[in-house]
């Protein structure tokens, strides 16, 4: 597990979260900030998206993307995971 400060908030990201990219903004599907009725999904900025995806930090497949399109319809881009091993060498 690695702290990874999006927005105002560091979030505990491990293997098994997604971000969900449908081409407008990421937003990390499996989290959550707030409680009750100011409960909200994070949104990731598009530099922290870029910046992971340029240093390997994150990864998508065809099943990966496939999986988007089955839950949210062909609007979705993909889903994306963390590669939390190499987060863990990089230091975060």
Same mark, same amino acid.
């Given at each position: 597990? #690695?702290? /990874? $400060?999006? &927005?105002?908030? =560091?979030?505990?990201? %491990?293997?098994? %979260? /997604?971000? /969900? %990219?449908?081409?407008?903004?990421?937003?990390?599907?499996? $989290?959550?900030?707030? !409680? &009750?009725?100011?409960?909200?999904?994070?949104?990731?900025?598009? $530099?922290? !998206?870029? %910046?992971? $995806?340029?240093?390997?930090? =994150?990864?998508?497949?065809?099943? /990966?993307?496939?999986?988007? #399109?089955?839950?949210?319809?062909?609007? #979705?881009?993909?889903?994306?995971?963390?590669? #939390?091993?190499?987060?863990?060498?990089? &230091?975060?």
């Amino acid at each position: 597990m #690695v702290k /990874l $400060k999006v &927005g105002r908030n =560091i979030l505990d990201i %491990d293997e098994n %979260d /997604l971000i /969900l %990219d449908n081409g407008a903004c990421y937003q990390i599907i499996t $989290k959550r900030i707030g !409680f &009750g009725f100011n409960e909200l999904i994070p949104v990731m900025s598009k $530099k922290l !998206f870029a %910046d992971l $995806k340029k240093c390997g930090l =994150i990864f998508t497949s065809e099943g /990966l993307r496939q999986a988007a #399109v089955k839950k949210y319809g062909n609007h #979705v881009v993909a889903f994306w995971k963390f590669d #939390v091993n190499q987060m863990q060498k990089m &230091g975060y």
